[in-house]
């Protein structure tokens, strides 16, 4: 199985901070990295996919880079709605594995 | 607009068989276009994939579960259902559906709001 790895695991910001998260794959797995966002008894919410392309919907603020083993998610001015947690998600090959996940916690 | 929705036991006893339907409504679960998935989250942990099926009834499964793990399709009913034999106290947790597209980016989207289910005698 491929392993993904967060960085931090955990971090606190400020509403109008910029915040990026690191997501790092035990392997090479070109550009199939998604990423998304978790609240609280909701859903899983798709935020970006293929590593850098935007869901409809999502706002501009959030944008993912990388590719092979080394990936970004940013926010690039924290809203208050933004405080959640996030997960990357390998889609290379199956078992589709997901980081352990980012909590974002309000500073 | 596609939606899915989670239905089953909210209680299951341990060795026992965990089963959960998935409703899809709004599209057909026959698109060529797409899987159909279930991933789950244990209480305060995260996110695990357990397995996504064809509308052909073709499946892939994460290999910890694949001994205990069926994932079956009704295209007849629009829905697809997960089965988990043998379950623990681990097996306790929220169980989603989503939608998998089957090429590009393998991408979840929508989900479905998820169902708990907690295992215990």
């Known amino acids: 199985d491929i392993q993904m790895t967060q960085s931090p695991s955990s971090l606190s910001a400020s509403v109008g901070d910029r915040v990026t998260i690191t997501c790092r794959a035990s392997q090479s797995i070109s550009s199939y990295l998604n990423w998304y966002e978790k609240k609280p008894g909701k859903a899983p919410k798709l935020l970006i996919y293929?590593?850098?392309s935007l869901q409809s919907g999502v706002p501009s603020r959030f944008s993912g880079s990388g590719s092979g083993s080394v990936f970004t998610l940013t926010i690039s001015s924290l809203q208050p709605e933004d405080f959640a947690t996030y997960y990357c998600?390998?889609?290379?090959?199956?078992?589709?594995?997901f980081g352990q996940g980012t909590n974002l916690a309000i500073k | 607009q596609l939606q899915l929705q989670e239905s089953g036991p909210g209680l299951v006893k341990p060795s026992e068989t965990l089963s959960l339907t998935c409703t899809v409504s709004?599209?057909?679960?026959?698109?060529?276009?797409?899987?159909w998935a279930w991933i789950r989250q244990p209480p305060g942990k995260g996110l695990e994939w357990i397995g996504s099926?064809?509308?052909?009834?073709?499946?892939y499964y994460t290999p910890s579960l694949k001994s205990r793990v069926t994932i079956s399709v009704d295209t007849s009913k629009n829905q697809f259902s997960l089965k988990l034999s043998s379950v623990t106290a681990a097996d306790t947790a929220v169980y989603y559906c989503a939608r998998q597209r089957s090429g590009g980016s393998f991408l979840l989207d929508p989900w479905g709001q998820g169902a708990l289910v907690t295992v215990s005698s």
């Open positions: 709004g599209g057909s679960i026959s698109s060529r276009t797409f899987y």
């Open positions: 099926i064809y509308y052909s009834g073709s499946t």
């Open positions: 293929a590593a850098s």
């Open positions: 998600q390998q889609t290379y090959s199956t078992p589709y594995t």
